[in-house]
């Protein structure tokens, strides 16, 4: 199996620019993560589905961000517009019962 | 509330030398799992060893063990013949059932220098 997919694995944009970032998640994993790396907040879960479900919400920052899985093969992560306090690196991971992550997209909002 | 806690925040350890990183937990289950993982500078999260809580005996992959102890909700991670390459973030995680979902729950990380 290829892991994790995710693109772009690094994005440069301006503020108030639209950001999409993809995950393809290992096949036959019934759970997808989101979560946004910092130094100054660590990991942070933002959204997770099961099924294709979203199951909690709770940890997306505000309106600007959203997610969504349209099959059990893609998910999305939108931010619009973004902000430079946006920059961070964004892990998707699936899983069964253990969590396989990614390699990360690595944003960055000038 | 913290659910996984690593106390240490970095460690420093000599090439060829044991480690050992702590973890302890919260949880009134008795199902469970738990988790470490490794982050080097490249910030690829690696699952470097998993653990059911219902197996007594700890897991090893290679030079990586854990000591689990249940009854005190603890996880440690021992690297023993400490490489370079070991240089990393290290990741607690712990999982369990929350209202019929899988929940996952990671520590704050401990940063792990490996010197020649």
């Known amino acids: 199996d290829a892991g994790v997919i995710q693109s772009p694995r690094h994005e440069v944009t301006e503020m108030g620019q639209e950001v999409t970032l993809r995950c393809k998640p290992i096949s036959g994993h019934d759970y997808l993560f989101w979560y946004r790396q910092t130094m100054m907040r660590g990991l942070e879960l933002l959204i997770y589905f099961n099924n294709n479900v979203p199951i909690d919400d709770s940890g997306m920052p505000e309106d600007r961000f959203s997610a969504k899985m349209p099959n059990a093969s893609f998910s999305t992560l939108k931010i619009q517009p973004s902000e430079p306090r946006d920059s961070a690196v964004y892990f998707c991971?699936?899983?069964?019962?253990?969590?396989?992550f990614g390699p990360g997209t690595r944003l960055t909002v000038l | 509330a913290q659910t996984v806690t690593q106390s240490q925040p970095e460690m420093s350890v000599q090439e060829a030398e044991t480690v050992t990183l702590s973890c302890t937990y919260d949880?009134?289950?008795?199902?469970?799992?738990l988790f470490w993982y490794k982050q080097p500078p490249s910030r690829q999260m690696i699952l470097v060893i998993r653990?059911?809580?219902?197996?007594?005996q700890n897991a090893t992959e290679n030079r990586f063990s854990v000591n689990f102890q249940k009854a005190a909700k603890s996880f440690s991670l021992k690297i023993s013949d400490s490489q370079l390459g070991d240089t990393a973030m290290y990741f607690c995680a712990f999982m369990k059932r929350e209202y019929n979902f899988n929940k996952f729950y990671f520590g704050s990380g401990t940063k792990l220098n490996v010197k020649p």
């Open positions: 653990q059911e809580a219902y197996k007594q």
């Open positions: 991971a699936s899983s069964l019962d253990t969590q396989y």
């Open positions: 949880t009134s289950e008795n199902n469970y799992y």
